[in-house]
C-alpha cells in the first residue's frame, strides 16, 4: 500500500483578516498533528498552510488510506489476583480478558499467553495484541472536528442550518463564520467526511466576481493551488499573496519616480493581505492642501481607516498620492480609483478640521479639563496623576542638571497629557504626545519642551526609539515611575500573560532610558522619590486645594464628601512597594540582557549585587565575560562560592584583620597580596574600569588556594578563629564588587 497525498478545505463566508493567518496555521498544524498521532500521516509528510478571505486549507504529503496495525501490550493485573493458588484463571481474570475480546474458551491457554513480568515490587501479567489501525475515513473525521476544535477564533458566530433528517427544522451551529463547503481529497479520491453540516466533495468557489467556472472543480490533492488560480481567480496561500503585495507595490511606487518610497507596515500588510483574493494594486492621489495637517494623522488615516498604503518622497516626507490593493482588476480601473480617492477625502477633511478646531485653544487652557478626567478609581483623576508626574520630574531635572532641566520638565509634564482633550486624539488615541507636540510649537512652547511632550510616551514598544532629548527623558522616566509605583502600590499587578497596564513594557523603557543613556541616576532613589511623591499627603492637598473654587470641589461639597477624603489621598503604601518593584525591575532586566546573547550565569553574577546604576551592568558583563576566560577563573569562582558559605555560617564578622594574629604562612602571604592587590583593584572599580578590577584580582589565585590548603579557618582558639573570618570577609568584599564571582562557580 502506497500513499497519497491529501488535499482538505474549508469554504466560508469572509474570515477576520486579522486572524487569518493564525487561524490557517492553526487548521493545518492541528489536522496534520491528528493524523500523524493515528499512525495515518508519516514523519516525512509535510504540511502546506492555505488561507484565503474565504477558506482554510491544508496540503499534507504522504498519507496513509489506512494506518498500520500496532502491536499493543497491556497491563492486567497482579499476578496474585490474576491467578489463584494453582496458577488457574480467576474470576477477575476471565472478565478482562473477555473486555479486552480475548478468547478463553481454553482458559489454559488463555493464560498461557499472558505475559509475567516484574511491576514494582510485585509481578503483574500483561496482555499482548493487535490493534488494528485506524482508516482515513474515520482518522480524518476525527481530525477535522479537532482541528475546528482548536482554531484560534476571535469571536464564534451561531447561525442555523437546515436538518437532512426526515423531519423538517434547523439545526443551530457555533463557527467563526458561516461555513458552505467542504474539500476532502486523498489523490483523486473524495474522502466522505462530514463537519458543520456539510459532506465533503471535490468542488469549491473560487473569486467572487472574476472566476472563469462556477463551481470549481478540483481534480487531485496536488492541484489544489494550481486549479484555484487557473479557474478561480485566487491565490489561495497567504505567504504567497503577501509577497506578490509586496512586489506590486515596489513596482507601484517604481513607475512612479524613484523619489516615491512606499510605507510598509507589516501589520497592515498581514491585514490586506487577508482582505485580497487576487491583489492588484493601483495608485491614487489627494488634493495636495491636506499635506498641512501633520502627517502621522494622514498616514493614521489612511492606514487604519481605509487600508491604503502611503507614499512617501525622497525626504521621507508624506506625498498626496497613494496606493490600493484592490480585490478586482477591471481593463478600466478608473471607477476604482475614482471610488478610493473619494472615499479617502472626507476621512482627510475630518482631520484637517480637528487640527484647525484644536489648534484654537493653547495646551495650557486644556490641563484644568484632566480634573474631571478619571485616571483610576483608586488613582484619582488625570489631574492629580500629573501633579505627581510633575513632582517626580522635578527631582529627576533637579539631578540630570539642576534648576534649569527642573523647570524645563515641570513644565513639559504639566503639559504632556493636555492633548487627551483634543478632538485629534479623541478620535485617534495612537497620536497621543504627538499631537501634543504640534500643539506645544503652534503655542510658542519652544523645540525642547515641545519634543520632550511628544516623546513622554517612548519607548512605546519594543525597539522603539527614546526620547531625543533630556527633558523627554527625564519626563519619560518620571511617567513611567509613576505608572509603575501607583500600580504595584495598589495591587494591580501583571499575572502570567496579563498586563493591561503595560507594566512590562513601562519597566523595560525604564531600563533601556537608564542603560542605552547611561544617566546617573540611582534605581532605588528613582523608586523612592516616586515612592515618597505617591505617598505624600501634602501633595495631594496641595492639588485639592487648588480645586476648591472649580466645579469639581463644589459637586464634591454639596454631596457632603470631604474634599481631602478623595480621590488619592486616603490610599497610602507601606515600604513592600519599593522593594516588590525593584525585584519587577530586575527581573525584567535579566530577561532582556539574555535575550541581548548573555548567558545566565553572566546575568545573575552581575545581578546579584542589585547595581544601582544600571547604565553599568553591560560594563559589568563585559568584565564578568573576560574574567571567567581566564584559567584562574574557575579556581576564584569555586572559592568565593566556599567563603561565601563560611561567612553565612557566621555571625556578624568583622572584616577587620589584626596583622598580629597572623600565624600560619598561607595566610601572612594571603594577606599581603590582598594589601597589594585590592587598592589597585579598588581604584580601577571606581574609575569604572571593571575589566582591569576583575584581571588584577585574578592574581589572588595562588594564596587563596594556599590559605584553603593550609590554614584552619575555624580554629579552635575564638581570637584566631575570628582574624581568619575578618580575613576572608575582607577578601570577599574585595572580589565582589564587579560581580557575584560564586555564582560563576559550576
Known sequence: ?????????????????????????????????????????????????????????????????????????????????????????????????????????????????????????????????????????????KALEEAIAKLPIPKVMSYQLETDCALPGWSSVNFVRPAHGLVALHGSTVVPVKVLGLTAGNTTQGHRFEAKVSPVVIADADSYAATLMRDGAVIAGFDQRRVEI?????????????????????????????????????????????????????????????????????????????????????????????????????????????????????????????????????????????????AIAIAIGQQLGGDTLAKAADTAARLAKADLLTDMVGEFPELQGIMGGYYARHDGLGEDRAVAIEDHYKPRFAGDELPRNTTGLVVALADKLETLVGMFGIGNLPTGDKDPFALRRHALGVIRMLTEKDLPLNLEQLLTIAFDVLNDEQIQRNYWDRQQDKEIAEKQRAGGISVHASGFLRRVFDDATVVNLSGFIYDRLAGSLREQGYSAQEVDAVLALRPQRLGDVTKRLAAVRVFAALPEAPALAAANKRIANILKKAQDVDPHVSEVLLQEPAEIALYAAMKELAPKADAQFDAGDYTASLQTLAALRAPVDAFFDGVMVNAEELDLRLNRQGLLKSLHHAMNRVADLSRLAA
Open 1 to 141: 500500500m502506497t500513499t497519497k497525498n491529501l488535499l482538505v478545505e474549508l469554504f466560508v463566508e469572509e474570515l477576520p483578516p486579522k486572524a487569518l493567518k493564525k487561524l490557517g496555521d492553526a487548521f493545518a498544524g492541528v489536522l496534520a498533528e491528528q493524523l500523524k498521532a493515528q499512525g495515518l500521516a508519516t514523519a516525512e509528510s509535510v504540511v502546506t498552510a492555505y488561507a484565503s478571505p474565504r477558506r482554510l486549507a491544508a496540503h499534507i504529503s504522504h498519507v496513509w488510506l489506512k494506518a498500520a496495525d500496532k502491536a499493543v501490550q497491556q497491563k492486567l493485573m497482579p499476578v496474585s489476583v490474576g491467578l489463584d493458588a494453582s496458577g488457574k484463571a480467576t474470576p477477575a481474570l476471565i472478565k478482562k480478558l473477555q473486555a479486552l475480546g480475548a478468547d478463553v474458551s481454553d482458559p489454559a491457554a488463555a493464560v498461557a499467553a499472558l505475559k509475567r513480568a516484574p511491576d514494582g515490587k510485585a509481578e503483574a501479567l500483561f496482555y499482548d495484541s493487535l490493534a488494528t489501525g485506524a482508516t482515513l475515513d474515520t482518522g480524518l473525521q
Open 246 to 390: 509586496v512586489l506590486q507595490l515596489a513596482r507601484a511606487a517604481e513607475k512612479l519616480g524613484p523619489s516615491y518610497q512606499v510605507l510598509m507596515d507589516e501589520d497592515l500588510l498581514s491585514e490586506v493581505t487577508g482582505l485580497v483574493e487576487r491583489p492588484n494594486v493601483l495608485v491614487c492621489e489627494f488634493e495636495a492642501q491636506f499635506l498641512d495637517v501633520p502627517q502621522e494623522c494622514l498616514i493614521l488615516t489612511m492606514k487604519a481607516n481605509q487600508k491604503y498604503f502611503p507614499l512617501l518622497d525622497a525626504a521621507g516626507k508624506l506625498s498626496n498620492k497613494f496606493l490600493v490593493v484592490s480585490n478586482i482588476s477591471p481593463a478600466d480601473a478608473s471607477a476604482v480609483i475614482g471610488g478610493n480617492e473619494r472615499v479617502v477625502r472626507p476621512r482627510l477633511a475630518d482631520a484637517k478640521f480637528f487640527f484647525d478646531q484644536d489648534r484654537k485653544k493653547t495646551l495650557a487652557s486644556r490641563v484644568d479639563g484632566l480634573d474631571k478626567v478619571v485616571y483610576h478609581n483608586k488613582l484619582g483623576t488625570q489631574g492629580e496623576r500629573v501633579e505627581r508626574v510633575r
